[in-house]
T-cell receptor
Framework: GENVEQHPSTLSVQEGDSAVIKCTYS??????FPWYKQELGKRPQLIID?????GEKKDQRIAVTLNKTAKHFSLHITETQPEDSAVYFC???????????FGKGTMLLVSP | GAVVSQHPSRVICKSGTSVKIECRSL??????MFWYRQFPKQSLMLMAT?????????EQGVEKDKFLINHASLTLSTLTVTSAHPEDSSFYIC??????????????FGPGTRLTVL
């Protein structure tokens, strides 16, 4: 089955800095890669996703890059703000109503 | 759009009792819903895939007789934890995939149910 590794497990940055979270996956059949943000005790919220026919996708301060050859994808957050503090999960799926396999999460702390 | 609700949000029960958790898609229909369990400071672990009108598919290690899933309509799936024990205490989250949008891989999550078994 799919195995998703996520690094780092914790990331502390100063407000305004950039943050990068990296994930690798094992199943070459995976073609859908979402990123979720989860605040304590709340639901995971989809913040951005990318499909294998695209190498990069950007939405304001958030971007995701995908390297299918190397089987890794990354989340980039620029101009971080304290409200970006949360746990971020990457995931991978073959798509088509298939299950998501999640990474272990990264706790991002943005200090004012 | 794509709102998923769960009920109850929090439940405390005695060991040995059964607890039912409802997952509803409020503004879309979903033939497929998923149930996850999340322990403190850990990731989401898939328990089962719930398919409308058919039996659920359980992940390895998840007891189907203990975690009963019923997906009776295109907007409702239920998870019943039977004979709950303290080790079943966890955060249970459902997700649903809309059938209308054509994006068959995007999962929208419910707010979760915090189960505490005394």
């Amino acid at each position: 089955g799919e195995n998703v590794e996520q690094h780092p497990s914790t990331l502390s940055v100063q407000e305004g800095d950039s943050a990068v979270i990296k994930c690798t996956y094992s199943d070459s059949a995976s073609n859908y890669f979402p990123w979720y943000k989860q605040e304590l005790g709340k639901r995971p919220q989809l913040i951005i996703d990318i499909r294998s026919n695209v190498g990069e996708k950007k939405d304001q301060r958030i971007a995701v890059t995908l390297n299918k050859t190397a089987k890794h994808f990354s989340l980039h957050i620029t101009e971080t703000q304290p409200e970006d503090s949360a746990v971020y999960f990457c995931a991978a799926s073959p798509g088509g109503y298939s299950t998501l396999t999640f990474g272990k999460g990264t706790m991002l702390l943005v200090s004012p | 759009g794509a709102v998923v609700s769960q009920h109850p949000s929090r439940v405390i029960c005695k060991s040995g009792t059964s607890v039912k958790i409802e997952c509803r898609s409020l503004d879309f229909q979903a033939t497929t819903m998923f149930w996850y369990r999340q322990f403190p400071k850990q990731s989401l672990m898939l328990m089962a895939t719930s398919n409308e009108g058919s039996k659920a598919t359980y992940e390895q290690g998840v007891e189907k007789d203990k975690f009963l899933i019923n997906h009776a309509s295109l907007t409702l799936s239920t998870l019943t934890v039977t004979s709950a024990h303290p080790e079943d205490s966890s955060f249970y989250i459902c997700s649903a995939v809309p059938i209308q949008t054509g994006e068959t891989d995007t999962q929208y999550f419910g707010p979760g149910t915090r189960l505490t078994v005394l």
